[in-house]
């Protein structure tokens, strides 16, 4: 599979802002589909991700409340719906497609660890400024 993310820019303080990962060449249905984020000299961090039927949901604490991820099965596409964000948001924002649930976790079934996901994206920069 091929993810393309887009939307990021440049946004200030307070503002939204919503990012569209889009699939291609999907041969089967992954778990889920996640979004990563890595800020400058930081290490890749969870953000969200979404059952691809879309009827589950799992958020970071550091977004929950403020960022809402959602999926188009039909157009094979999901988004991340960003608001009141904050300058601690600036970064690097990924996509990634987590084939098989993660057994034993905490976070039913969901990837939380850039190293569980299996295809990823070129990303897209956010920068918030304040």
């Known amino acids: 599979v091929q993810l393309v993310e887009s939307g990021g820019g440049s946004v200030q303080a307070g503002g939204s802002l919503t990012l569209a990962c889009a699939a291609s060449g999907r041969t089967f249905r992954s778990f889920a589909t996640g979004w990563l984020r890595q800020g400058p000299g930081q290490e890749r961090e969870f953000v969200a991700a979404?059952?691809?039927?879309?009827?589950?949901?799992y958020y970071s604490d550091s977004v929950k409340d403020r960022f809402t991820i959602s999926r188009d099965n039909a157009k094979d596409t999901v988004y991340l719906h960003m608001n009141i964000v904050k300058p601690e948001d600036t970064a690097v924002y990924y996509c990634?497609?987590?084939?098989?649930?993660?057994?034993?976790?905490?976070?039913?079934?969901?990837?939380?660890?850039?190293?569980?996901?299996?295809?990823w994206g070129q990303g897209t920069r956010v920068t918030v400024s304040s």
């Open positions: 990634a497609d987590q084939d098989t649930p993660v057994t034993g976790g905490r976070a039913f079934g969901f990837a939380t660890e850039w190293n569980q996901y299996d295809s």
């Open positions: 979404i059952k691809w039927g879309g009827g589950g949901t």
